[in-house]
Nanobody, 120 residues
Framework: VQLQASGGGEVQTGGSLRLSCAIS????????IGWFRQVPGKEREFVAA???????YFGEFVKGRFTVSTDNDKETTHLQMNSLKPEDTAVYYC???????????????WGQGTLVTVSS
């Protein structure tokens, strides 16, 4: 299984970005996609997740600003981030976990990170 994250960039405070995670090589149906972020010197932090059945979960800091969705072909997952703040600046990673989601970064496969920078 391979994951390819994309969509990072630099935006101003209050702006939006849409991250994508393209999945290839998946041969099982029960899985979850999680989005995490990490800044230097800190642990990877849970952002959002979507289960195979479409149920979504978010980190407490999100407070309604982000949504997560999966394309109909279930091969690409998107993290739509609105009302971005400077503290959202981080490298964002997508991960795939067999079974259901976890808040901890206990995922089986990871994509490379994509940098999100929010300027004030």
């Amino acid at each position: 299984v391979q994951l390819q994250a994309s969509g990072g960039g630099e935006v101003q405070t209050g702006g939006s970005l849409r991250l994508s995670c393209a999945i290839s090589g998946r041969t099982f149906d029960l899985y979850a996609i999680g989005w995490f972020r990490q800044v230097p010197g800190k642990e990877r932090e849970f952002v959002a997740a979507i289960n195979y059945n479409g149920a979504t979960y978010f980190g407490e800091f999100v407070k309604g600003r982000f949504t997560v969705s999966t394309d109909n072909d279930k091969e690409t997952t998107h993290l739509q981030m609105n009302s971005l703040k400077p503290e959202d600046t981080a490298v964002y990673y997508c991960g795939l976990r067999r079974g259901v989601w976890r808040r901890s970064p206990d995922y089986d496969y990871w994509g490379q990170g994509t940098l999100v920078t929010v300027s004030s």
